[in-house]
């Protein structure tokens, strides 16, 4: 939604937003210097471009904190340009407030949807421009805030195993990962943002049309099933979480869901056998095979042992974990390890 600021008092100065950094698009060099040099003097660092690719190459270089785009240019022109910053996960963010001498609604509501959250008109009022610069500069900022609050919060995450990525459910793109999730999505998909793998989609397409939707008054919340990729003995699990972001209103869509992804491993849930139950290593492989409901001749088989070896591992086992039988073994287990439980698919 285009908020106007309030008009400030012709002689109220107006101090710049500390360290902003903006960007300034227009094809013509003599519109340029006046708002250039106003804005310098504010004390804003001003860049400038000349025309649509030079625009879109200084934005995703320097990152500015807001863009003054020329609607109408030769080549590519201001719409094009907002809508590949906008489409750009890195430039995204930037405010665009465009500068333009057309007034004809439908002009106007194209600047908007291109994606725009302001407009002045030419002749351009640099006391104008400022003002309005410095409502989007603080809501900008604001807002950036709270993202890199969230993004800190689930970067956390990464420390104890847990990546998590963003998919923004309209058009399936990555929108966001942690440093641990770009790993795991090269590892195991040979990806990487903006595209999401291909079963992770497949997956989020079945999902979607039953979990996007709040359960029914008096319904109790389900999990949803979880995605798990097997790569050798390592396995990657995806869990629908939530959505995040508001719901796209006007196209009755939801916004980005957040998923969080987590790596196992057999060598892991081994080494939680022996560390739950003290059982050594040995003990710890014929346990779990154990819990795979594998008899003692195939786990002799497996292990290169005898069943009449296997046999006296899992009397220990039983002595070890107070039961007396293998299922009592395998329930145990099963409590106690969580790595062990099974997996949705």
Known sequence: ??????????????????????????????NVAPLHDAL????????????????????RQA????????????????????????????????????????????????????????????????????????????QSRQSRQGAVERSQARNALDAFGYATITVRARDGRLMWQTPLARDLLQRYFGTEAPVTPAPVLQWLERLLPEFAAPP???????????LTIDQGPRRLSFRLHQQIGDEDEAQGEPGDWLIVMQETSDAAVLEALAQAFG?????????????????NRDIGD??????????????????KLGVETRTAAAAMAINRVPLLQPRGG
């Open 1 to 30: 939604m285009i908020r106007s600021p309030d008009h400030p008092s012709p002689d109220a100065p107006l101090a710049a937003e500390p360290g902003a950094v903006v960007l300034i698009v227009d094809d013509v060099p003599d």
């Open 40 to 59: 310098d003097d504010a004390g804003y660092t001003v860049l400038v471009a000349l025309d649509g690719e030079a625009a879109i190459r200084r934005a």
């Open 63 to 138: 990152l500015p904190d807001v863009v003054l785009l020329d609607a109408v240019m030769p080549g590519l022109d201001g719409f094009e340009v907002a809508r590949q910053l906008k489409a750009d996960p890195q430039t995204a963010h930037i405010p665009i407030l465009f500068m333009t001498g057309l007034t004809e609604t439908e002009h106007l509501v194209a600047a908007l949807e291109a994606g725009g959250v302001d407009y002045v008109t030419k002749p351009i009022k640099p006391r104008e421009v400022m003002a309005r610069m410095g409502v989007h500069l603080r």
């Open 216 to 226: 029914a008054a008096g319904q109790p919340l389900r999990e949803p099933p979880r």
């Open 279 to 295: 059982l050594t290593a040995r003990e710890a492989e014929v346990l779990y095979w154990v819990v795979k409901g594998k008899i």
């Open 302 to 319: 497996i292990l290169g042992s005898s069943p009449a070896t296997v046999k006296k591992h899992l009397e220990r086992i039983h002595a």
